[in-house]
C-alpha cells in the first residue's frame, strides 16, 4: 500500500513541474515577437495563395492535353478493323507432303486462304503498297505445337482487316 502512495505523490510532483514549466516559458516569450512572427507567416502564405490561383486559371496547353491521354488499349485498336471473319481452315492436303516439310506447308496453306478469301491479291494500281499479311504467334504455335511432322488437320482462325487493307491472322476464340 505504501508503493501506492508514493506513486501517487511522484505523479503529482511531476505534474507540478510541468505546469511551472509552462508558466516560465510563457513568462519568457514576448506577445509582441509572436504577433510579428504571426504576421510575417500570413503575408507568405496569402502569397503562395495568390500564385496557386493564378495557375490554375491558365487553361493547359494543347501538348499538355495530348500527354495527359492514356494510351489506346487493345480493345480500342481491335475497334479499327474494317472486316472480321472467323474461318476454319483445312489443312489435310497437307499431310501428302513429306513428314519433315508439312508444317511450313501448312503455314503456306494458311496465307493463300487467307489471301484468296479476304481478298488481298495483287493490286493493279502500282501506286499503292502492297496489301500485308500478319500471322500471329498464337497461330504458328498451334501448327508447330506437334512439331514440323504433325501439324493439325485443321485450324479456326479469325482474320481481321484494317483501314489500310491489311490482314491479321488470330487464332479463333475458344481454341
Do not use: C, Q
Not at 14 to 25: A, M, Q, V
Not at 50 to 64: D, G, H, K, M, N
Not at 119 to 132: F, I, R, V, Y
Request: glycine share 4%; no cysteine; aromatic share 4%.
Amino acid at each position: 500500500m505504501k508503493k501506492e502512495g508514493e506513486e501517487k505523490e511522484a505523479s503529482e510532483e511531476i505534474e507540478e513541474e510541468s505546469e511551472e514549466k509552462l508558466e516560465e516559458t510563457e513568462e519568457e516569450t514576448k506577445p509582441e515577437e509572436l504577433t510579428e512572427g504571426v504576421e510575417e507567416a500570413l503575408e507568405k502564405a496569402e502569397g503562395e495563395e495568390e500564385r496557386t490561383e493564378v495557375e490554375e486559371e491558365t487553361p493547359p496547353s494543347a501538348a499538355e492535353e495530348e500527354e495527359v491521354k492514356p494510351p489506346p488499349s487493345k480493345r480500342e485498336k481491335e475497334e479499327e478493323f474494317v472486316e472480321e471473319r472467323i474461318y476454319t481452315i483445312p489443312l489435310s492436303k497437307v499431310w501428302i507432303a513429306p513428314p519433315k516439310k508439312r508444317a511450313p506447308r501448312a503455314m503456306r496453306a494458311i496465307k493463300a486462304f487467307i489471301r484468296r478469301h479476304m481478298k488481298l491479291g495483287a493490286t493493279t494500281e502500282e501506286e499503292e503498297e502492297p496489301k500485308k499479311l500478319i500471322i500471329s504467334n498464337e497461330v504458328n504455335e498451334m501448327v508447330w505445337r506437334r512439331g514440323i511432322g504433325k501439324p493439325p488437320r485443321k485450324i479456326r482462325v479469325r482474320a481481321a482487316k484494317d483501314e489500310d487493307g491489311n490482314v491479321t491472322v488470330y487464332l479463333a476464340e475458344g481454341d
